[in-house]
């Protein structure tokens, strides 16, 4: 009891401080003056009562989970498909899916569209980073100067050499691979902290550098104007340029700004099922095991005559070559990029995405991409307070769920006789 | 006499100020299990780290069929035929069984990325191979039946005998077990008894052990080096390692 009046003190100590930083005032500026503005009677009405609340909950935490203990919690590992009992069904579910995928987005509304594309753009990069921290075990911090590399590329070939969508996208993977190669040489001797630091440093030079190269990048303003993919030389566009037919006038339907938004959608399906295959397989294959057995022990690894340099230099090589499929991809459905969109916080946002589904699982992955770009959506209102909830999101399932949502399910070799 | 597989000279091992090993010398035949004893801390592991490559020496020469090794990567040495274990059980503790022996297989199998990914006929052909490999030696180790379940999940004793098959696996011509009967049960030693005069013997691989069980040791050694305090003693066969005063004191202390 005495220990919990400790901690209920503590907590509410900090939710008051906390709460009267970031709601009790406020910096208003008046004419040229900043001037300090006091919340209304009624928030400080709530924000003591919240602090009410979080003294009581600590104080009385032994009660409260001794009587929440008998609520049952749902079990999410029974929603997994891989759970499906009769292993006969499971290729028809999956044919189903994909065949849903490719429908949907003709019956629904074109905002929904395109914020599925946006959320395939998360799956893409939660896979890709999936592969480095999730499978191979090492924290990289800086995962968005990949993406960022992709998208560069993309716009830089688009608007420097004319080059197209199809081309650029093997390209910018080549090259997102070739930085995480070079990256990825003298760093990876580091561990844990060590590695995850260098990697957030990493991701700012990108950052920094793109900002600040403004005779190529074209600096803060970014680079505007990148091209669309086409339809095998088809433009979505009402005129196309010249030498071009537009897709609707190949079709001889009426113009819609509908197809480019679906068509970007089908690309992105299409690219995170070649992601999900390459991945997949890669579980399944000797580098995908060595790199699970390297994470669980790398001394063992070591003395049965695994190189670990080249084992961890090709985990971070494919998730940078994700990164910069998806990074070619964003570039081409934006049509503007600048390092605005490469910040930190989409490192964060990618890495929770990770560890919200459940290191290693690409469902959970998936769900989690789901999760962390649709609800903002919904939650428009709460925009200002979007990350907040998400700290919250995440204190929560540390306390609930720290596996995950769900958990890796990595396929076993098995031995048959 | 047979062949020289193994031949140690000179090798010293400095850690600072420290000379953990000092001036030990080493030979080691075809077909021949070979034990280092010495009380604890007397360097024995230390010893294994420098010729595992763990380690790189400080002075010394080690001849591994014929090569210079002293210095070369630890997998690079692995991979020429010198395989060890490890004082304390090292699996891939979450993996299954199968997979820890793959894993150790890993570069006899297809590792071409397009391979694995369009799973060619040779690439299925040697992870084929690997399998009825790993099948074998897990025959020979008695842990057929345990090929799916979670490494981690297994007795003691058949985690201790996991170890040696997943090395076996990478077919070494060398192996270093560092006390491989610590931990186990008189049943159990005898049975590692057994298995380690079978590789010998049957697959006609050298063993180097380190081994504080004396029976295990006296019993089944070709040669036996003593080691005290980082430096050579004595050696030779069980029975004049076993009347040699100067071990004797080292182990019981003087009177």
């Given at each position: 009891m005495r220990q919990n009046l400790y901690s209920a003190v503590f907590a509410a100590g900090i939710t008051f401080v906390l709460t009267c930083l970031m709601i009790g005032v406020k910096l208003t500026s008046e004419g040229t003056q900043l001037k300090v503005v006091s919340a209304t009677e009624?928030?400080?009405?709530?924000?003591?009562?919240?602090?009410?609340?979080?003294?009581?909950?600590?104080?009385?935490?032994?009660?409260?989970?001794?009587?929440?203990?008998?609520?049952?919690?749902?079990?999410?590992?029974?929603?997994?498909?891989?759970?499906?009992?009769?292993?006969?069904?499971?290729?028809?579910?999956?044919?189903?899916?994909?065949?849903?995928?490719?429908?949907?987005?003709?019956?629904?509304?074109?905002?929904a569209v395109d914020l599925a594309t946006l959320t395939l753009i998360y799956v893409m990069l939660g896979l890709g980073?999936?592969?480095?921290?999730?499978?191979?075990?090492?924290?990289?911090?800086?995962?968005?100067?990949?993406?960022?590399?992709?998208?560069?590329?993309?716009?830089?070939?688009?608007s420097?050499?004319?080059?197209?969508?199809?081309?650029?996208?093997?390209?910018?993977?080549?090259?997102?691979?070739?930085?995480g190669f070079v990256l990825g040489f003298p760093v990876l001797r580091l561990r844990g902290d060590y590695l995850a630091i260098v990697t957030l440093g990493f991701g700012e030079i990108i950052r920094i550098l793109l900002n600040n190269w403004t005779a190529l990048t074209g600096g803060p303003n970014g680079i505007s104007g990148i091209e669309k993919p086409t339809l095998f030389g088809l433009e979505f566009s009402r005129r196309a340029s010249e030498?071009?037919?537009?897709?609707?006038?190949?079709?001889?339907?009426?113009?819609?700004?509908?197809?480019?938004?679906?068509?970007?959608?089908?690309?992105?399906?299409?690219?995170?099922?070649?992601?999900?295959?390459?991945?997949?397989?890669?579980?399944?294959?000797?580098?995908?095991?060595?790199?699970?057995?390297?994470?669980?022990?790398?001394?063992a690894c070591r003395s049965l005559g695994l190189n670990r340099t080249v084992i961890k230099l090709t985990a971070f090589t494919f998730g940078?070559?994700?990164?910069?499929?998806?990074?070619?991809?964003?570039?081409?459905?934006?049509?503007?990029?600048?390092?605005?969109?490469?910040?930190?916080?989409?490192?964060?946002?990618?890495?929770?995405?990770?560890?919200?589904?459940?290191?290693?699982?690409?469902?959970?992955?998936?769900?989690?991409a789901i999760v962390m770009t649709i609800l903002p959506e919904f939650a428009r209102e709460f925009s200002e307070y979007r990350m907040l909830l998400f700290g919250l999101l995440m204190v929560l399932m540390m306390r609930w769920r720290p596996q995950g949502l769900l958990p890796s399910k990595r396929p076993h070799m098995e031995l048959k006789r | 006499?047979?062949?020289?597989?193994?031949?140690?000279?000179?090798?010293?091992?400095?850690?600072?100020?420290?000379?953990?090993?000092?001036?030990?010398?080493?030979?080691?035949?075809?077909?021949?299990?070979?034990?280092?004893?010495?009380?604890?801390?007397?360097?024995?592991?230390?010893?294994?780290?420098?010729?595992?490559?763990?380690?790189?020496?400080?002075?010394?020469?080690?001849?591994?069929?014929?090569?210079?090794?002293?210095?070369?990567?630890?997998?690079?040495?692995?991979?020429?035929?010198?395989v060890r274990t490890f004082q304390h059980v090292r699996l891939f503790s979450n993996m299954t069984v199968i997979e820890n022996m793959l894993v150790a297989q890993h570069r006899h199998l297809d590792t071409n990325?397009?391979?694995?990914?369009?799973?060619?006929?040779?690439?299925?052909?040697?992870?084929?191979?690997?399998?009825?490999?790993?099948?074998?030696?897990?025959?020979?180790?008695?842990?057929?039946?345990?090929?799916?379940r979670e490494a981690g999940n297994l007795a003691y004793g058949q985690q201790r005998r996991l170890e040696i098959a997943r090395c076996m696996v990478t077919q070494p011509e060398l192996l270093l077990l560092d006390e491989p009967a610590a931990g186990l049960n008189p049943r159990e030693t005898k049975q590692l008894d057994e298995l380690i005069v079978q590789l010998r013997d049957e697959h006609e691989i050298s063993v180097l052990l380190i081994e504080h069980?004396?029976?295990?040791?006296?019993?089944?050694?070709?040669?036996?080096?003593?080691?005290?305090?980082?430096?050579?003693?004595?050696?030779?066969?069980?029975?004049?390692?076993?009347?040699?005063?100067?071990?004797?004191?080292?182990?019981?202390?003087?009177e």
């Open positions: 009624a928030q400080w009405g709530w924000i003591f009562a919240g602090i009410a609340l979080v003294f009581f909950s600590q104080l009385f935490r032994d009660q409260i989970s001794a009587a929440t203990a008998g609520i049952p919690r749902p079990k999410l590992a029974t929603l997994v498909p891989e759970q499906v009992r009769s292993p006969k069904l499971k290729p028809w579910l999956l044919a189903a899916l994909v065949v849903g995928l490719f429908v949907w987005p003709f019956m629904v509304s074109r905002g980073l999936n592969i480095v921290v999730g499978l191979a075990g090492l924290l990289d911090l800086g995962y968005v100067a990949f993406y960022a590399i992709g998208a560069y590329s993309y716009a830089l070939l688009s420097y050499f004319g080059l197209s969508f199809w081309a650029c996208l093997p390209i910018a993977a080549v090259l997102a691979a070739t930085f030498g071009h037919v537009p897709f609707h006038e190949f079709m001889g339907i009426d113009y819609s700004s509908g197809h480019k938004v679906i068509f970007l959608y089908l690309i992105a399906v299409v690219l995170v099922i070649w992601v999900l295959f390459v991945i997949n397989r890669l579980m399944r294959m000797p580098l995908g095991r060595a790199w699970e057995a390297l994470r669980e022990d790398e001394i940078a070559s994700t990164a910069g499929f998806a990074g070619c991809f964003f570039a081409a459905r934006q049509g503007f990029i600048s390092p605005e969109s490469f910040v930190f916080i989409e490192s964060a946002i990618i890495l929770a995405i990770v560890v919200l589904g459940g290191m290693g699982s690409q469902f959970g992955v998936i769900l989690a | 006499m047979s062949q020289l597989l193994l031949d140690v000279n000179g090798l010293t091992m400095r850690f600072g100020g420290l000379l953990a090993v000092n001036n030990v010398n080493l030979a080691v035949h075809n077909r021949q299990i070979v034990s280092i004893i010495g009380p604890n801390g007397a360097g024995k592991t230390t010893v294994f780290n420098c010729l595992s490559g763990f380690y790189i020496p400080s002075d010394g020469s080690v001849v591994f069929k014929g090569e210079q090794i002293a210095g070369l990567k630890d997998f690079r040495i692995s991979r020429k035929g010198l990325i397009a391979a694995g990914l369009f799973k060619t006929k040779r690439y299925r052909q040697l992870e084929q191979e690997a399998m009825d490999r790993a099948a074998y030696w897990l025959e020979q180790v008695d842990l057929l039946d345990f090929a799916n069980d004396m029976s295990l040791v006296m019993g089944i050694s070709d040669h036996i080096y003593v080691i005290a305090q980082g430096t050579p003693l004595a050696d030779g066969t069980p029975d004049d390692v076993k009347q040699n005063p100067d071990v004797i004191k080292a182990y019981l202390g003087e």
